[in-house]
């Protein structure tokens, strides 16, 4: 893998997480400040407390939110690309066993390279054949 590839990979998943991490928040947040809302309104003991310590409490249930969000969102990300990158090396291995060649590591990121390669030229080859035009029929 490259170090362009790497750092794309890198972005995406700081995407991923930082945008459950603010919906986890956001989320959490509301349920605090719901169950703030209640502990005022239910209990004396609550309503005797400063405002400072139901924020904090309601900062403590917010940031276990953003917590708990971003790292599920990061850990389902994970596991899409070891899925991912597991099928391409089964199908690698498939492949160099029926040339013969034994799927050593470095077999196989050539093999990947080989198959960006065709990709890339197939997607050149598409680009470049020109669409007939749609005929008309004559009347």
Known sequence: MNRGHRREDVEKAYEIQARAGAIGAAQ???????????GHHSWPAFRRQTLPFKAFLVTIVSVYGLCIRAEKALQAHEHEQRVHEN???????????????????????KWKAEQ???????????????IPPASTPEK
Request: without cysteine; proline residues 2%; charged residues 20%.
């Open 116 to 130: 960006a390669a065709a990709r890339a030229q197939a997607a050149a080859a598409e680009q470049s054949v020109p």
């Open 28 to 38: 959490y947040g509301a349920v605090g400040l719901g169950l703030a809302a209640i």
């Open 87 to 109: 099928a391409i090396r089964r199908e690698a291995r498939f492949d160099l066993a029926r040339r013969g060649l034994v799927a050593t590591e470095t077999e196989i990121a």
